[in-house]
């Protein structure tokens, strides 16, 4: 398998162009990701076809709410990510990647395909659990072939990845939940190994491009819960994507090396109250038995549109072409 988006120096090291790191890798190393070998000045894709974890899962676990709600999407995840956060909730495939030799199976895009079409119910593919950006090539083939045969393709991603390859992505994805992890590049870099301006590009990126756009904000407490930031935030979401931008607040709980205690709920609708001043549609997700930012409400008459209980989800008010069927608002979402 060939891979994209790198350039080979004189002494056949290698600078990977796929991620904002642009990892200089020097011959028999890796790139950040642990999965991008230089083997003789090319690149080695070493994780191509392989899955770590796969699943029939309603669209809204994605996080996606406008976009085929009340539908199912066939989840596929592999291993290794090109960020390293230290509160990963998936991090027992995204920082350790097993030996990824011919002991593992490497599946086709004609496999996962196959199995997309047999699923019952299955719109498509997402790809997600592990960060899919360096599962580069085997996305692409996979979707190419995925939207030849009428499926959807989605991509949860964190949203670290150059723009030349990003382009490549918005021909072929559906739909794209993005993380916003915090708005500080203080954040990022401390926590996460990243950099804000990167994700920032990719959302305003896949904006442009007109595809579906859903946007992830966790909230841990004490390190990304200032409400300065968050305003500046949801300001920026406002402006540069759009007031009608879906944004999912999530409650963060203790996972990998992070230990501090889970949001509190009372943190979770104070920021959601806020939110909602400069966006039409904002969710509080994450969280059971919790009432409040669950729904769908049409942003002109607040008629409840799409109600939800867990991943139960129940079309109240929508035509469809997605739009309000009490005073014909829309589209507000996707629909079949
Ligand atoms: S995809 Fe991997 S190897 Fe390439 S720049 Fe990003 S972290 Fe480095």
Redesign the pocket.
């Known amino acids: 398998m060939i891979a994209k988006y790198y350039t080979t120096n004189d002494d056949n090291s290698i600078i990977?162009e796929?991620?904002p790191?642009?990892?200089h890798?020097k011959p028999d190393k890796m790139?950040?990701?642990g999965v991008?070998r230089n083997v003789n000045g090319n690149i080695e894709i070493l994780n191509y076809g392989i899955i770590s974890s796969s699943g029939l899962d309603p669209i809204e676990k994605k996080p996606l709410y406008h976009f085929y709600p009340g539908h199912k999407i066939y989840s596929i995840g592999g291993y290794g990510c090109?960020l390293k956060c230290t509160f990963c909730q998936n991090h027992e495939i995204s920082q350790h990647i097993p030996e990824l030799g011919d002991a593992l199976k490497h599946n086709q895009p004609t496999d996962l395909v196959a199995k997309a079409k047999f699923l019952p119910e299955n719109i498509g593919i997402a790809y997600t659990y592990n960060e899919p950006?360096?599962m580069f090539e085997f996305m692409v083939q996979t979707a190419e072939l995925a939207k030849s045969e009428g499926l959807k393709n989605v991509m949860v991603s964190n949203g670290f990845i150059n723009l030349k390859p990003l382009d490549e992505l918005t021909g072929l994805i559906d739909a794209f939940n993005i993380d916003l992890k915090s708005f500080s590049d203080k954040f990022y870099r401390e926590y996460t190994g990243g950099r804000l301006n990167p994700i920032l590009n990719t959302l305003s990126r896949i904006r442009e491009s007109g595809k579906h756009l859903e946007v992830t904000f966790l909230v841990i407490p004490t390190l990304n819960d200032s409400l300065t930031d968050a305003s500046a935030m949801f300001d920026w979401i406002s402006s540069n994507l759009g007031v009608n931008t879906i944004l999912h607040i999530n409650k963060y709980y203790p996972a990998y090396k992070m230990q501090i205690s889970p949001t509190p709920t009372s943190t979770l609708i104070e920021l959601y109250e806020l939110a909602r001043t400069k966006l039409k549609h904002v969710y509080i997700g994450n969280i059971h038995g919790q009432t409040l930012g669950n729904n769908t409400l049409c942003p002109a008459c607040s008629a409840t549109v799409i109600k939800r209980e867990g991943y139960h989800t129940q079309i109240t008010a929508l035509d469809s072409n997605g739009y309000c069927k009490i005073c014909g608002y829309g589209p507000i979402a996707i629909m079949d």
Do not use: A, E, P, Q
Request: hydrophobic share 30%.
């Open positions: 990977c796929l991620c790191h642009n990892c890798i790139g950040i990701c991008r090109n950006t360096i």
